[in-house]
């Protein structure tokens, strides 16, 4: 009787025991999800601001929404040409990754319509050689550029643009949304509006041997520290563009250390958001309310 009590016991209290926890499993399951969620919504407002040498003096600053920038200042695009980027080419050959023929991985960003940096950096003073802007998302992710890639940038290149309507859906990969954010829900989106003079088929697209053209090589953006993607600088959900006087001294990226090339490549800052925070929360919380459940 004495064992059959026991093991009656244990059968019941198990199935109980994790059922009394499923409802904290999923608020913790949730909670994470609710923070990529308010890291990933369409931004309508960019924080615009220049800093002195010392990269902390706020020289001067506004804030401006996409309506304004309409209105405003000049706009970029036509609502009807489609604009791509290229992802990383999966080949072994070093060369090949550059794919001067620009003939795979494209992305294609949306026939969109927006505001160059050049002109949202005057609203501040503007930018003179040897500074650098940076392009920021709520997460945290940034990209920057020196002063000739935003002012004096070759048409291959094109203005480095602010994108906040698309008038159009891409036809292949990533769907932008269409119209204004928040219905582009991709916005407000960096694009690079290149024109159409390396592509055999006539397309607007910023390939990678065209990143290797006209970037530094301090610039360059490699995905996973080995191929090179320009898609790297499409921020998504860009909420500040800040202008450094004389430069931004902070992280830019880790060195990739398997170019082999004379000059130093870096990759962009990647976000801080890891889904290991999230798990770790949950075993904190599991680790909690198992002891007073008990």
């Not at 999966?90 to 992305?107: L, S």
Request: hydrophobic content about 35%.
């Amino acid at each position: 009787m004495h064992f059959r009590s026991c093991y009656q016991r244990n059968s019941i209290e198990q199935p109980m025991f994790g059922i009394r926890l499923l409802p904290f499993i999923l608020a913790a399951i949730l909670l994470c999800g609710f923070v990529n969620i308010v890291n990933a919504a369409p931004t309508t407002a960019i924080h615009v601001v220049k800093y002195a040498a010392d990269g902390t003096t706020v020289i001067n600053e506004t804030t401006v929404d996409y309506t304004w920038m309409e209105r405003n200042l000049p706009v970029q695009g036509d609502g009807k040409t489609h604009y791509y980027h290229q992802g990383p080419v999966f080949v072994d050959d070093k060369e090949q990754q550059w794919d001067v023929n620009e003939t795979a991985n494209f992305k294609d960003e949306g026939a969109v319509r927006g505001t160059a940096v050049k002109d949202l950096s005057t609203l501040v003073g503007g930018m003179n050689p040897g500074d650098e802007v940076m392009i920021k998302a709520p997460d945290g992710y940034h990209v920057e550029f020196g002063y000739d890639n935003i002012y004096n940038s070759s048409p291959r290149q094109g203005l480095i643009v602010v994108s906040w309507y698309n008038g159009e859906e891409t036809t292949v990969g990533e769907r932008q949304g269409t119209g204004y954010p928040p219905s582009y829900f991709a916005g407000m989106r960096l694009v690079f509006f290149a024109d159409n003079s390396t592509n055999p088929d006539g397309k607007h697209v910023f390939g990678n041997a065209d990143m290797r053209a006209v970037m530094p090589p301090a610039t360059i953006h490699l995905f996973d520290d080995l191929y090179p993607s320009t898609s790297g600088y499409t921020v998504k959900w860009i909420d500040e563009v800040k202008v450094y006087t004389g430069g931004y001294h902070g992280t830019k990226g880790a060195l990739a250390k398997s170019l082999n090339y004379n000059t130093p490549v870096t990759t962009t800052q990647k976000s801080p958001i890891s889904p290991v925070t999230c798990i770790a929360g949950i075993g904190i919380l599991l680790l909690f309310v198992a002891r007073r459940v008990r």
